[in-house]
């Protein structure tokens, strides 16, 4: 994998939200996995991620909304860790999820609520 600024913009924006462990998916990547985790770095976190329009604390707040929408709860967890980084509180991820419910409807906003609780105990933010 070539590395260039949007490379190295999107590794820094990883180890920043998520730690070592949101850097570790690019080096233990092998040659199967490195397609994605290049993907994952350079566009997720070094393009769109990165762009000036819209803070990092918004667009925590904004992927949560997306995750719990799509139902997807390893990435709803790690993304509630990161926005926590982000400058996220307990507070507006409640909100976030009652907000939810209204256009997601309570069986997966309570699904949520759970994990979103569970990610929020990991990072001392509960």
Known sequence: MEKDDLYERGRAMRFDMFGEPGVRGIDD???FQDPLQDLV???????????????????????????????????LKNHVRGAVANGVTKEEVREIL?????????????????????????????
């Open 29 to 31: 990547a092998d040659d």
């Open 41 to 75: 770095t350079r566009h997720c976190f070094g393009d769109i991620w990165s762009r000036e329009g819209l803070d990092r604390k918004t667009r925590s707040m904004l992927t949560i909304a997306m995750l719990i929408g799509q139902s997807r709860p390893d990435q």
């Open 98 to 126: 009652a907000h939810a419910s209204l256009y997601y409807g309570l069986p997966s906003v309570s699904d949520a609520w759970r994990h979103c609780r569970e990610a929020l105990k990991e990072v001392d933010a509960f």
